[in-house]
């Protein structure tokens, strides 16, 4: 089978498609034949940022057939169709998946829908269940054009949001997110992010951080769900009696394993019902990995951005 894995640290230009022998899955594992792959920002990032040990392997959403289950498994056949998160070497033709992160594609979806909606969808839900009830309220999500930015601005306006704002590097990107229903559109180094706003979804961190957490009116929320740092002076959260709330997907889904499966249920009734608008920017072979990666570093990805083997 092929495998994408890079053995330095770098821009795109690293990985390298390379051979290897198919997996065998361990107990309770799925081994997946893949026909999607997300690819996400923390992916990239780790490739340019380094840190973790090489060869690196990259972890993300992946939707296929079942070829093979490990011992223990229940629930699960082969030749089930399913989306998984799959925690090394998903870059692949064959990946491992733990059962407790995969779930049955409905019949009507393609593995394409799955890996756009599935981890981007809970990753959305699971940042406004930690924000609380926005029904009524102001919301403004950074990284808004992103596989799960998109969607959050659906999914705010679905949980009752009165108003909802997109922060973006490029007003290139406004027209695809009034498509997707906000009301404003901002660009990160604008001198002014407007009214401010009673929750933010931050899936940018870093320098917009400090200006995301000034968008945030007195006693306002912000969710931090992403992989890119920052800091903010203690300060100034207590100057506006704000909060800033941390959300990790896998303490989320391991903490609130009921919660995660209706989010699930939620998910693929808002998409099959036409109520949540999946956007996939675009499709490129697994061999092409590299471009996908160039796609997201130059962050001009409008929606998710998959790999197909």
Do not use: C
């Amino acid at each position: 089978m092929r495998r994408v894995r890079y053995y330095e640290y770098g821009g795109p230009e690293v990985l390298r498609v390379e051979e290897a022998e198919a997996p065998e899955p361990g107990s309770g594992e799925l081994l997946i034949r893949t026909e999607a792959i997300g690819v996400s920002l923390p992916s990239v990032r780790k490739v340019r940022e380094g840190g973790l040990p090489l060869p690196g392997v990259f972890g993300g959403d992946v939707a296929g057939e079942v070829a093979a289950v490990g011992p223990d498994v229940t629930g699960y056949a082969v030749g089930d169709r399913v989306v998984a998160i799959s925690f090394t070497n998903a870059y692949a033709d064959l990946a491992l998946a733990p059962t407790f992160t995969a779930s049955l594609i409905p019949a009507a979806a393609s593995a394409v829908d799955a890996v756009a909606l599935v981890r981007g969808g809970q990753v959305a839900l699971g940042a406004l269940a930690s924000a609380g009830s926005v029904e009524g309220k102001s919301v403004l999500v950074t990284g808004a054009a992103s596989g799960a930015g998109h969607l959050a601005v659906q999914l705010a306006r679905t949980r009752g949001a009165r108003r909802v704002v997109a922060a973006v590097g490029s007003l290139d990107k406004a027209d695809f997110l009034r498509g997707s229903g906000v009301d404003d559109v901002v660009r990160y180094d604008a001198e002014s992010w407007g009214e401010p706003v009673d929750v933010v979804l931050d899936g940018v961190g870093g320098d917009v951080l400090p200006r995301a957490v000034a968008a945030l009116a007195p006693f306002g929320r912000l969710v931090f769900f992403n992989s890119g740092g920052g800091t903010v002076p203690a300060w100034e959260l207590l100057a506006g009696a704000r909060t800033i709330t941390g959300m990790s997907m896998a303490r989320f889904s391991t903490a609130f394993p009921d919660l995660y499966e209706r989010h699930r249920r939620e998910l693929w009734d808002l998409a099959l019902s036409s109520r949540l608008r999946v956007a996939v920017h675009e499709t490129f072979a697994l061999t092409d990995a590299a471009k996908a990666h160039a796609v997201i570093e130059a962050r001009a990805n409008l929606g998710k951005v998959v790999l197909r083997p």
